[in-house]
């Protein structure tokens, strides 16, 4: 299929918006799947890993492809939870366009900013809609005033709902000037069109000139006619929505209730007329590492081989499912091909079309297109699949550290091999999750990006990998930093293997800014110390810092400087600059009062009114700050940030504190000096 006919597109959206119901609807109309499946009675499609049916939340974000008005879209569902980032940055680096999901009552809650701003990184056209219109409390202009003042999107309504709460019957399409009300007998599949009633008929009016008024600032042949006073025809309105939706500079919106099968259908409608094809973007930027080079490459089907693993899945027969996104060229089934990043020559066995947890087999997939590719052995979220004689690497992605460990331990030796393979599987599948031994202790600690991801991963070692394994409890992982500046000269030397090795270098360490990372500059000319002795100083300042002086945490902000250097011709050796470097950083760090920092989150409180008074007087205990309370039409907003530490277990707490009404979302902030 050409890349005219495709879409490749996210559904985003804030946890509990309606995104997998919505999704759900989306693959019911489109004849992907013959019944409707509900998150709530655990048999959605999308969400097919048994803890997601449990939860009822998106874990992985699975690719399905579809087909409407003859053309066909790979709809990748991507985690609304945060504690899942990686999920969401790696699907909106794939993605052409997206769908975000809004709750009607909610509105623009904490976590559609972070999921937001992550579309804005990667610069993704996208559409709104505004779901759940039939709950109590759904108020449509209410969230429009949201998406314009907390997201300074351009948000541009294309229908209006008619009624909300029970009350809502259908919408209003503006383009058309058509009412449309959706017939329950079928879930939805048919509705009718009529005229707009008398008392509707003036709010339509004055929302279709706000529209036609938007979208004259991108044509002057709108605005023409708009000032003439004449019919603006709906081609016109369309291409121009359609232009101006692909360069970023309005958001369509949309409404409906998916739980209530309405409104989906014009959704899919709209990401067909404004979401881009892959030929309507740019070329992809990329890093040409032969040349050592930044080019650009043309999204062409008749060009060198160029795909991007975005997600890995691992499967009990096949082995690693590798969720490719295809750029140029064509891949085809039973060839070989090459791991650009890894620099090794890989077999496609077979390439699948996914539907959800369900595929077929296909012999090749062009330039535009995603599939799933079976037999590479080495790969890794984030690669880069290509031709040897063009090795082009597609823009790695940066993963968050992650701020939260829990020690495992097998129960038994047989069970050591089980959780070595079943950690290596998931290691694979998500670079947020780290899996290390502690040096003093032996412990094996593996570590996430919150209580929930841990736990997630925990359960499925336990449940999908069957390993029989204690779990500790969780511990947040520190951070250790220095507070004063200091300079501090270091030697070495000794005989190894019967040859004597000597170096000496002067370093001065400082802190920097907070969140600015570590830094290592060398003020030392190579005639005077030559560069490979400068750079395995580098190599044993940088593995010096992954552990400190402290408590053996991960060092971050501290700058080094190499300013000074003497060699014996006769005796200096790389290995003698590494060693030298690795016991100067250390023992410079003890002499500069060095601290230890603990992550703080922002946690965003979600509680009716009558009992913010609680929520705040606990946080405050946990040595919680608020910063600010926001009143929506059904709760009020605690914006927050609380160490880490001091939240543990804070689900229950909130439960019991607000008879379970109450919900939070928590993500990391910063580091910041650790009290006591």
Same mark, same amino acid.
């Given at each position: 299929?050409?890349?005219?006919n495709?879409?490749?597109?996210?559904?985003?959206?804030?946890?509990?918006?309606?995104?997998?119901?919505?999704?759900?609807?989306?693959?019911?109309y489109?004849?992907?799947?013959?019944?409707?499946?509900?998150?709530?009675?655990?048999?959605?499609?999308?969400?097919?890993?048994?803890?997601?049916?449990?939860r009822?939340?998106?874990?992985?974000s699975?690719?399905?492809?579809?087909?409407?008005?003859?053309k066909?879209?790979?709809?990748?569902?991507?985690?609304?939870h945060?504690?899942?980032?990686?999920?969401?940055e790696?699907?909106?680096?794939v993605?052409?366009?997206?769908?975000?999901?809004?709750? @009607?009552?909610?509105?623009?809650?904490?976590?559609?900013?972070?999921?937001?701003h992550?579309?804005?990184?990667?610069e993704?056209?996208?559409? @709104?809609?505004?779901?759940k219109m039939?709950?109590?409390?759904?108020?449509?202009?209410?969230?429009?005033?949201?998406?314009t003042?907390?997201?300074?999107?351009?948000?541009?309504?294309?229908?209006?709902?008619?009624?909300?709460?029970?009350?809502?019957?259908?919408?209003?399409?503006?383009?058309?000037?058509?009412?449309?009300?959706?017939?329950?007998?079928?879930?939805?599949e048919?509705?009718?069109?009529?005229?707009?009633?008398?008392?509707?008929k003036?709010?339509?009016?004055?929302?279709?000139?706000?529209?036609?008024?938007?979208?004259? @600032?991108?044509?002057?042949?709108?605005?023409e006619?708009?000032?003439?006073?004449?019919?603006v025809?709906?081609?016109?309105?369309?291409?121009?929505i359609?232009?101006?939706?692909?360069?970023?500079?309005?958001?369509?919106?949309?409404?409906?209730?998916?739980?209530?099968?309405?409104?989906?259908?014009?959704?899919?409608?709209?990401?067909?007329n404004?979401?881009?094809?892959?030929?309507?973007?740019?070329?992809?930027k990329?890093h040409?590492?032969?040349?050592?080079?930044?080019?650009?490459?043309?999204?062409?089907?008749?060009?060198?081989?160029a795909?991007?693993?975005?997600?890995?899945?691992?499967?009990?027969?096949?082995?690693?499912?590798?969720?490719?996104?295809?750029?140029?060229?064509?891949?085809?089934?039973?060839?070989?091909?090459?791991?650009?990043?890894?620099?090794?020559?890989?077999?496609?066995?077979r390439?699948?079309?996914?539907?959800?947890?369900?595929?077929?087999?296909?012999?090749?997939?062009?330039a535009g297109?995603?599939?799933?590719?079976?037999?590479?052995?080495?790969?890794?979220?984030?690669?880069?699949?290509?031709?040897?004689?063009?090795?082009?690497?597609?823009?790695?992605?940066?993963?968050?550290?992650?701020?939260?460990?829990?020690?495992?331990?097998?129960?038994?030796?047989?069970?050591?091999?089980?959780?070595?393979?079943a950690?290596?599987?998931?290691?694979?599948?998500?670079?947020?999750?780290?899996?290390?031994?502690?040096?003093?202790?032996?412990?094996?600690?593996?570590?996430g990006?919150?209580e929930?991801?841990?736990?997630?991963l925990v359960?499925?070692?336990?449940n999908?990998y069957?390993?029989?394994?204690?779990?500790?409890?969780?511990?947040?992982t520190?951070?250790?930093?220095?507070?004063?500046?200091?300079?501090?000269?270091?030697?070495?030397?000794?005989?190894?293997?019967?040859?004597?090795?000597?170096?000496?270098?002067t370093?001065?360490?400082e802190?920097?800014?907070?969140?600015?990372?570590?830094?290592?500059?060398?003020?030392?000319?190579?005639?005077?110390?030559?560069?490979?002795?400068q750079?395995?100083?580098?190599?044993?300042?940088?593995?010096?810092?992954?552990?400190g002086?402290?408590?053996?945490?991960?060092?971050?902000?501290?700058g080094?400087?190499?300013?000074?250097?003497?060699?014996?011709e006769?005796?200096?050796?790389?290995l003698?600059?590494?060693?030298?470097?690795?016991?100067?950083?250390?023992? @410079?760090?003890?002499?500069?009062?060095?601290?230890?920092?603990?992550?703080v989150?922002?946690?965003?409180?979600?509680?009716?009114?009558?009992?913010v008074?609680?929520?705040?007087?606990?946080?405050?205990?946990?040595?919680?700050?608020?910063?600010?309370?926001?009143?929506?039409?059904?709760?009020?907003?605690?914006?927050?940030?609380?160490?880490?530490?001091?939240?543990?277990?804070?689900?229950?707490?909130?439960r019991?504190?607000?008879?379970?009404?109450?919900?939070?979302?928590?993500e990391f902030?910063?580091?910041?000096?650790?009290?006591?």
């Open positions: 299929m050409s890349q005219k495709m879409r490749n597109i996210g559904i985003m959206a804030h946890i509990d918006a309606g995104k997998t119901t919505t999704t759900e609807r989306i693959l019911y489109t004849g992907k799947s013959h019944r409707i499946g509900e998150v709530d009675n655990g048999n959605a499609t999308m969400d097919w890993m048994e803890q997601e049916q449990n009822g939340i998106t874990i992985v699975a690719a399905t492809t579809c087909y409407w008005q003859e066909q879209i790979n709809i990748i569902d991507t985690p609304g945060v504690d899942f980032t990686a999920e969401v790696r699907s909106l680096r993605l052409d366009g997206a769908i975000a999901v809004f709750c @009607a009552v909610g509105g623009v809650e904490p976590q559609s900013e972070t999921v937001w992550q579309a804005d990184k990667y993704v056209p996208r559409i @709104a809609y505004i779901n039939d709950r109590t409390g759904a108020d449509f202009f209410e969230v429009l005033k949201e998406l003042e907390k997201l300074k999107a351009n948000a541009v309504p294309l229908a209006l709902p008619i009624g909300a709460e029970t009350e809502y019957e259908g919408n209003i399409d503006l383009l058309k000037m058509k009412e449309i009300r959706w017939n329950q007998e079928d879930s939805g048919t509705f009718t069109l009529s005229d707009i009633a008398e008392e509707r003036e709010l339509a009016d004055e929302w279709r000139e706000k529209m036609i008024d938007s979208l004259s @600032a991108f044509s002057d042949e709108i605005t006619l708009f000032l003439e006073g004449e019919d025809p709906l081609e016109l309105l369309e291409s121009v359609r232009e101006a939706t692909i360069n970023r500079q309005i958001v369509p919106v949309l409404t409906g209730s998916s739980l209530k099968n309405k409104g989906v259908q014009p959704v899919l409608d709209a990401v067909i404004y979401l881009p094809a892959p030929d309507d973007l740019p070329p992809v990329c040409h590492s032969k040349k050592d080079e930044d080019i650009e490459l043309a999204r062409d089907v008749d060009g060198p081989l795909g991007l693993i975005f997600k890995i899945q691992q499967d009990k027969e096949a082995g690693p499912l590798c969720f490719v996104r295809i750029y140029s060229g064509v891949l085809k089934s039973g060839t070989a091909i090459m791991n650009i990043n890894k620099k090794k020559r890989e077999r496609v066995n390439l699948l079309r996914m539907h959800s947890n369900n595929h077929e087999q296909i012999s090749s997939v062009e297109d995603i599939a799933v590719v079976i037999g590479l052995k080495n790969a890794q979220t984030g690669d880069t699949i290509g031709s040897e004689g063009y090795p082009v690497i597609l823009e790695k992605m940066d993963f968050p550290a992650p701020v939260i460990s829990v020690a495992i331990e097998p129960k038994t030796m047989s069970d050591q091999e089980k959780l070595k393979s950690l290596d599987s998931l290691k694979m599948e998500d670079p947020t999750f780290t899996a290390k031994e502690n040096d003093e202790t032996g412990q094996l600690i593996i570590s990006m919150g929930l991801h841990l736990d997630v359960t499925r070692v336990l999908e069957k390993v029989a394994a204690n779990i500790g409890k969780p511990q947040v520190y951070r250790e930093s220095i507070t004063n500046s200091i300079t501090h000269t270091e030697t070495f030397s000794k005989v190894l293997g019967g040859k004597e090795h000597s170096a000496e270098i370093i001065k360490l802190p920097v800014e907070r969140g600015t990372g570590n830094q290592f500059i060398s003020e030392v000319k190579k005639n005077l110390l030559p560069e490979e002795f750079r395995s100083v580098k190599a044993g300042i940088l593995s010096s810092m992954s552990s002086t402290l408590m053996g945490y991960e060092t971050i902000d501290i080094v400087t190499l300013i000074g250097a003497k060699f014996n006769l005796t200096a050796s790389e003698a600059f590494q060693t030298v470097a690795a016991l100067g950083f250390d023992n @410079a760090c003890r002499l500069a009062k060095p601290i230890l920092l603990e992550p989150m922002n946690v965003d409180i979600m509680c009716p009114a009558d009992y008074g609680d929520v705040i007087s606990s946080l405050t205990q946990r040595g919680g700050l608020v910063s600010s309370i926001e009143s929506r039409p059904a709760f009020e907003m605690v914006i927050s940030q609380a160490p880490l530490v001091k939240m543990f277990g804070y689900t229950t707490t909130l019991s504190q607000t008879q379970g009404r109450g919900t939070f979302a928590m902030s910063h580091f910041a000096q650790k009290e006591g």
